[in-house]
């Protein structure tokens, strides 16, 4: 049924990769501004809330229960006015189970974003991150470039 969602999303609008897998309790806030190279995962649960935009380069996944949040508040304002951001993901990213990223945050090839782990800072390739917030962990084996 993999492909049917991809059909679905669309329908609606999404610019998705072949050979993406979108499971069907996953939630995408405005799929015509989600855009996936081939071979994404969007895995159960997960949540991709992106009126600024989300953009996943090919390989990428997203684990159970993950967020992408790509809008936030000025809550130095009188009517908390609204800020979206695009959230990019290069390819080989792994955004793990229960994990967060929010506006704006651009995640560069190879990166790892540890379980139940919050970023609001970029993560440099090939890095794994952990913890809230997220904090350089250990370096992550380049495969893509290895010889």
Known sequence: MHRWRVF?????????GDKNVIYPDCKIWAPWLLETEEIVTIG????IYNPGG?????H??????????GATHDYNTADFTYIMKK????????????AVVL????C??????????????????WTV?????AKELKKRTDFVNHK
């Open 60 to 69: 990428v996944i997203l684990s159970q229960y993950s967020f992408l949040c």
């Open 87 to 98: 959230i990019v993901l290069e390819p080989y990213v792994w955004i793990c189970s229960k």
């Open 54 to 58: 989300v953009y996943l380069s090919h």
């Open 8 to 16: 679905i999303v669309r329908i609606f609008g999404g610019k998705i």
């Open 129 to 133: 991150y952990g913890g809230h917030p």
């Open 103 to 106: 506006p704006g945050v651009y």
């Open 108 to 125: 560069k090839q190879g990166s790892v974003l540890g379980a139940s782990s919050v970023t609001s800072s970029n993560l440099e390739a």
């Open 44 to 47: 159960p649960g997960v949540e």
